[in-house]
Structure formats: structure tokens, C-alpha cells
């Protein structure tokens, strides 16, 4: 056991981070979020109007560039959301110390949804989807949607066959209002719980109703968030190419989302631990238990992805295996085989060790190292479908890999993403204290061992 900690060695109004200590780094990345902000809106809209086909511009590029900095960001909130959810629903002791961080990440979900607004304008849609485009040629010549959906029945094209099956889902109607349930459902879930808890902080005499109203919240909550982490990653991400399908998508991007969540809580911990906050509820247990999670999460993303992998293989279906053709096109192939020795072996090497679990200057590369590679994971499912889309009428053909101004508009998206959630989440850690200091189980948390 690293400490013993009692209730006089709890500060009685919590532990905030001191005021103004954030205010320099916040105000930096407000200032990088809104000048990107602004770039990525002429970037996207101006001199680009919707015209329903595909076209080997810079806003096609960008659209696909802002499209990956979403899905990595947007990863590690609901990664956070997650582990807020499974501690109430579990009933956790343990995390009570850092019930607060998750919280925190949480509650960026729902502001995420303004990165996400591009994506509800036509002249982004164009780009990024097919089917978009196929459904409005067809609505612009019809007057109702049950007639547009006939047409693509009685369409000559066999893929416009296989978007009418789908179209009980893949219509823009029922797109825009799951759009919209996705960030108004689960973020007021989110809110409501931190709400909860920010509560019995300021409550002289707390008691344990919030804690079994949280729990039975929370129960329902994770519904939402199931189906929020599976369907929006189908309505953006693999939506990029309707034609394809697989029943892995959703719970290998969940997987990615819960590793690289629980690695940004640690990388918090750690800086906030070295700062000189955290020091009375926290210790190289609480390290232990975040990186053995960590370490359940590597093992978890590398079965699902070769299980997606092994079963289109298998199979051998066309409508399935143009995912992986697509990525084994151009030297795409090497990022995914970067992605099985990268993504899995090394962390596997490493995190097995129980030692270094709880050594915070092992910890720290390797959490940076497990973003970099989640990000090549996402930039897989995105990238490659922009060459084959955006060059699709071009008589150059497809260009599959990243050219280098492509490379710099990714950096630019990936930056102004980035910022608006650091931004975001900075000042939600300065608004309150650092951990529930009275929450019943408080104790029990930072005399943790395990």
C-alpha cells in the first residue's frame, strides 16, 4: 500500500487547480481553435457549392482531413463517457479518485458536436458521401421520399440497388435527426451526471442518493452511449463507402475509443500528479489498475480488427473485401501491418509488466505512443477513401496516397480539432475540484491496493 489516508488529510472544500494556472494554455488553444476555426470554414465553403459530384478539390481534401480529426478527438471523449458509465454501473470504489477526470473528458462529448456541423451542409456531404449525392439527384426530380426511394429501386445501376435496401437507414431525413440524438441524448446523460456530482461537493451533509441516482441513470445512459458509439462511427466513417458492410466496425472503433480514452485519463494523472495536485487520493495503485485496463484494451482492439479482418476473408464477398483492397493499394498495406506489430505487439510487450504500470516516466511515452497509432488507425478508415472518391470522374484516376499538400491540410484539421479540445476540456478541469472530496467511498479510493 502506498499511503494511508484519512478524513482529516481530505481538504474540506476539495483540491482545485490554482486560479490563473490554466489561463495561458487555455488561451492559446482558444486562440489556434478559432483562427483554424475560421481557415477550415473558407477551406470548406467558399468557392464550393453543392453540386451533387465528386471533384478533386481542396475542400474535397479537406473534407476528408476534417472528417479524421473529428473521429480521433471525438474517440477520446466517448472513451471518457465509457469509463464515467462503467464506474457508476459497476459500482466502483476505486475510481472514485478520478471520477471527476472522467467526467471531465466526458462532458467535451457534447461540444464536439460543433466540429461535427460541416458535416450537416451539403457542400461537405458531396464529398464524403455517395450515397448523399445519389439520393438528392434522385429527390430533385421526385416530390415525396417513398417516390425517390422507387426510383432507386427501379434504377438500372446494381449499386443503386443496394442503397435501396438500405434506405430504410441510409436516408437523409432519418441521417440528420440520428445526428442530432447522438450529441443532444448523451451529452445532456453527461451533463446529468456531472451535475450530480458537482452537487455532493457543495452538500454539507451528502448522503448516498446522489451516488444510486447516478447508478440507476447510468444504466440507461450507457444504452445511449452504446448506440452513439457504434451508429456514428456507421453515419460518417464507414457511411463513406455504402456499398460496404461489417458487423466489426462499431466494436472495433469502440475498442480504439476506450483504449486511447483510459490512455488520456493516465497522461492527466500523471501531469496533474507532477504539478502537485492528486497527491493525497491518488498512488502508483491507482497507475496499476488504469494500465492493467489499458493493457485488457490493447488485447480487446487487437481481436475485434483481426476478427473483422479474418471473417471478410473468409468469406471472400465482394462487397466486403473492397474495404481491405482499397487498403492494400498504393503501400496502404504497410500502415496496416504497421498497425499489428505497432498497435498490438509493442504495447503488449510493454504493458504486461506490472512494473511499468506504475512508473509514470514509462507511462507517459507509451500513452503518447497509443495515440499516434490510434490516430493511424482512424486515418486508415478515412484516408483512403478520398482518392477513389474525389477523383472518381477525373481522368487521372485514383490517387490513393496522401500528397503532400494533403498532408498539410490533415495537419491543419488535425491542429484546429485538437485545440478546440484541449481548449474545451482545460477549462472544464478548472471549474471544479480535481475529485468528488465528498463522495463516501473517497476513503476507500485513495487507500486503494490492489
Known amino acids: 500500500m502506498g499511503h494511508f489516508i484519512t478524513s482529516k488529510d481530505i481538504p474540506a472544500d476539495?483540491?482545485?487547480?490554482?486560479?490563473?494556472?490554466?489561463?495561458m494554455p487555455i488561451m492559446v488553444c482558444g486562440i489556434i481553435?478559432?483562427?483554424?476555426?475560421?481557415?477550415s470554414a473558407c477551406l470548406l465553403f467558399i468557392d464550393n457549392p453543392a453540386q451533387n459530384e465528386a471533384a478533386d478539390t481542396v475542400a474535397g481534401r479537406y473534407a476528408y482531413s476534417w472528417l479524421f480529426a473529428f473521429a480521433f478527438f471525438v474517440s477520446l471523449t466517448l472513451g471518457?463517457?465509457?469509463?464515467?458509465?462503467?464506474?457508476?454501473?459497476?459500482?466502483?470504489?476505486?475510481?472514485?479518485?478520478?471520477?471527476?477526470?472522467?467526467?471531465?473528458?466526458?462532458?467535451?462529448?457534447?461540444?464536439?458536436?460543433?466540429?461535427?456541423?460541416?458535416?450537416?451542409?451539403?457542400?461537405?456531404?458531396?464529398?464524403?458521401?455517395?450515397?448523399?449525392?445519389?439520393?438528392r439527384d434522385i429527390l430533385g426530380s421526385t416530390t415525396t421520399y417513398a417516390n425517390a426511394k422507387e426510383a432507386l429501386h427501379y434504377s438500372h445501376d446494381p449499386y443503386d440497388h443496394l442503397l435501396y435496401v438500405k434506405s430504410f437507414y441510409m436516408n437523409l431525413p432519418f441521417w440528420l435527426g440520428r445526428m442530432i440524438f447522438y450529441f443532444i441524448a448523451l451529452g445532456a446523460g453527461l451533463f446529468y451526471l456531472r451535475k450530480l456530482s458537482v452537487a455532493q461537493d457543495n452538500d454539507p451533509n451528502p448522503g448516498l442518493e446522489r451516488l444510486k441516482t447516478a447508478r440507476r441513470r447510468s444504466s440507461w445512459i450507457m444504452i445511449i452511449f452504446g448506440l452513439t458509439a457504434t451508429f456514428l462511427v456507421f453515419d460518417l466513417v464507414k457511411a463513406l463507402d455504402y456499398k460496404w458492410f461489417s458487423?466489426?466496425?462499431?466494436?472495433?472503433?469502440?475498442?480504439?475509443?476506450?483504449?486511447?480514452?483510459?490512455?488520456?485519463?493516465i497522461l492527466t494523472t500523471i501531469v496533474l500528479r507532477r504539478a502537485g495536485y492528486l497527491k493525497q487520493v491518488m498512488s502508483p495503485e491507482h497507475h496499476h489498475i488504469m494500465g492493467k485496463l489499458t493493457f485488457a484494451f490493447v488485447v480487446f482492439w487487437a481481436y475485434v480488427s483481426f476478427s473483422q479482418f479474418f471473417l471478410i476473408w473468409y468469406a471472400n464477398i465482394t462487397e466486403e473485401t473492397s474495404y481491405f483492397l482499397l487498403r492494400?493499394?498504393?503501400?496502404?498495406?504497410?500502415?496496416?501491418?504497421?498497425?499489428?506489430?505497432?498497435?498490438?505487439?509493442?504495447?503488449?510487450?510493454?504493458?504486461?509488466?506490472?512494473?511499468?504500470?506504475?512508473?509514470?516516466?514509462?507511462?507517459?511515452?507509451?500513452?503518447?505512443?497509443?495515440?499516434?497509432?490510434?490516430?493511424?488507425?482512424?486515418?486508415?478508415?478515412?484516408?483512403?477513401?478520398?482518392?477513389?472518391?474525389?477523383?472518381?470522374?477525373?481522368?487521372?484516376?485514383?490517387s490513393l496516397m496522401p500528397s503532400g499538400s494533403v498532408i498539410w491540410?490533415?495537419?491543419?484539421?488535425?491542429?484546429?480539432?485538437?485545440?478546440?479540445?484541449?481548449?474545451?476540456?482545460?477549462?472544464?478541469?478548472?471549474?471544479?475540484?480535481?475529485?468528488?472530496h465528498r463522495d463516501p467511498r473517497i476513503l476507500e479510493s485513495a487507500n486503494l491496493h490492489n
Open 328 to 398: 492494400n493499394t498504393g503501400n496502404w498495406n504497410l500502415a496496416s501491418i504497421a498497425l499489428v506489430f505497432g498497435h498490438f505487439a509493442l504495447p503488449f510487450l510493454f504493458l504486461i509488466r506490472s512494473d511499468v504500470k506504475k512508473k509514470p516516466g514509462l507511462m507517459i511515452p507509451i500513452t503518447v505512443y497509443l495515440f499516434i497509432l490510434h490516430a493511424l488507425d482512424l486515418y486508415i478508415m478515412v484516408a483512403p477513401e478520398r482518392g477513389p472518391s474525389l477523383t472518381i470522374n477525373s481522368e487521372a484516376g485514383a
Open 33 to 39: 481553435a478559432l483562427l483554424g476555426l475560421i481557415g
Open 14 to 23: 476539495g483540491e482545485k487547480i490554482a486560479k490563473g494556472k490554466l489561463a
Open 247 to 265: 458487423t466489426m466496425y462499431g466494436v472495433a472503433f469502440f475498442a480504439g475509443c476506450v483504449l486511447n480514452g483510459m490512455a488520456l485519463l
Open 80 to 135: 471518457g463517457a465509457f469509463w464515467l458509465l462503467l464506474h457508476h454501473v459497476s459500482n466502483s470504489g476505486w475510481g472514485v479518485s478520478v471520477r471527476r477526470l472522467m467526467e471531465h473528458l466526458a462532458c467535451v462529448f457534447p461540444w464536439m458536436g460543433i466540429i461535427a456541423i460541416p458535416f450537416f451542409f451539403p457542400q461537405v456531404q458531396q464529398h464524403l458521401f455517395e450515397w448523399m449525392n445519389m439520393h
Open 409 to 436: 491540410l490533415d495537419l491543419l484539421a488535425f491542429i484546429t480539432v485538437g485545440a478546440f479540445f484541449a481548449y474545451v476540456y482545460l477549462r472544464s478541469l478548472a471549474s471544479t475540484s480535481l475529485y468528488p
